[in-house]
Nanobody, 123 residues
Framework: QVQLVESGGGAVQAGGSLRLSCAASGRTFTTYSKAWFRQAPGKEREFVAFITVTGGGTRYADSVEGRLTISRDNDKNTVSLQMNSLNPEDTAVYYC????????????????WGQGTQVIVSS
């Protein structure tokens, strides 16, 4: 089991930036793929980005491609999400997720979740 704790959320104006971090503890972090999901008010949870075990592969939702960047530091047991050019549609609670083996865009594939961090983007 991997314990995940997100941080870095907050309120920004449109066009601004935030950097979310997810700290992991517990079982071997380096063998887990990582992902970020988000859930906006009244909407279902949606995939944002994932990164492979080695960090050599990433994938993004079309809505965030080119604006958000996922990265990981296996030495520090962290995964980050750099968010630039934010817009009000990015407002949501952002969740870090982890799973053993290969990554997935489906939230049901992940058995480890953080508690979430709120991001609010005002126009």
């Amino acid at each position: 089991q991997v314990q995940l704790v997100e941080s870095g959320g907050g309120a920004v104006q449109a066009g601004g930036s935030l950097r979310l971090s997810c700290a992991a503890s517990g079982r071997t972090f380096t063998t887990y793929s990582k992902a970020w999901f988000r859930q906006a008010p009244g909407k279902e949870r949606e995939f944002v980005a994932f990164i492979t075990v080695t960090g050599g592969g990433t994938r993004y939702a079309d809505s965030v491609e080119g604006r958000l960047t996922i990265s990981r530091d296996n030495d520090k047991n962290t995964v980050s999400l750099q968010m630039n050019s934010l817009n009000p549609e990015d407002t949501a609670v952002y969740y870090c997720a982890a799973r053993a083996g290969g990554p997935s865009v489906s939230g049901t594939a992940y058995g480890n979740w953080g508690q979430g961090t709120q991001v609010i983007v005002s126009s």
